[in-house]
């Protein structure tokens, strides 16, 4: 898969999500579904909206014992997706298990990124929380690699972080990174935010955009704009 634009659908309905997707007419947007609209609609909305031709990161961000990932990841391997993710600080053995249990018997799988540190994790938290004394960037950069030698094929990341991540892990290791914002849009809640052209310049391969789309009185005209931005 090259460079690519996933719309984050962080709607809390079906109904919400279709309304929304039922405006694209022509190119069908790669798509982010998270927990709120899977745990609100379940494995069903995965299908319906692969049957209508997106492709989709299923963003559930796994963590649990290995066995119990391995089982999961079964299931949504089943399910058809095309990305989904776990917390890398579920360690080398259980990511390693996560693959056994994305791997369908015919050899393929989805892609398998990972989440290193939460961008809501900071330094002090991260020490104060979780006993982590090492400076953040070392720790996001560690999780990285132990996602690489796990298998895994990339991480989500800050568009900041996307350049390190390939000088450490490869050039075919994947960035996928959120934080996007127009250079004449709203910031909202994101702290560090790069523009599509920038995330592109830095090497991201896939971005994630989320409200600069789903809050746009012309969606379809922002997507495109993302687009054209990130992919061209
Ligand atoms: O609306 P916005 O463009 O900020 O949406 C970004 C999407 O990426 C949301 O679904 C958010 O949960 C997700 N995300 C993020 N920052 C991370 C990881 C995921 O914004 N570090």
Do not use: W
Not at 48 to 64: A, N, Q, S
Not at 87 to 96: L, S, Y
Not at 162 to 167: D, I, R, S
């Amino acid at each position: 898969m090259g460079k690519d634009v996933i719309v984050a659908c962080d709607f809390a309905s079906a109904e919400q999500v279709f309304a929304f997707l039922d405006k694209f007419t022509g190119r069908k947007p790669f798509v982010k579904i998270g927990m709120e609209l899977f745990y609100a609609e379940g494995p069903q909305i995965v299908r319906e909206i692969k049957k209508r031709g997106h492709k989709i990161f299923l963003d559930l961000k796994l963590h649990d014992i290995p066995n119990t990932v391995k089982k999961s990841m079964s299931v949504l391997s089943r399910l058809d997706v095309d990305l989904c993710n776990l917390h890398a600080a579920g360690t080398v053995r259980m990511m390693e298990a996560a693959i056994e249990g994305l791997t369908r018997p015919d050899g393929t799988r989805p892609l398998l990124i990972a989440v290193t540190q939460l961008t809501s994790t900071d330094q002090e938290s991260m020490e104060n929380d979780l006993l982590i004394h090492e400076p953040i960037d070392e720790v996001v950069m560690h999780y990285a690699a132990n996602a690489k030698k796990a298998g895994l094929d990339g991480v989500v990341c800050s568009p900041l972080e996307a350049g390190k991540v390939h000088e450490r892990c490869g050039a075919d290791f994947l960035t996928v990174t959120p934080g996007v914002r127009f250079a004449d849009g709203d910031i909202g809640d994101q702290k560090r935010v790069m523009t599509p052209a920038e995330a592109k310049r830095i090497g991201s391969d896939y971005i994630v955009v989320g409200r600069p789309i789903t809050a746009a009185e012309d969606p379809v005209a922002a997507y495109e704009r993302c687009v054209a931005e990130f992919c061209d």
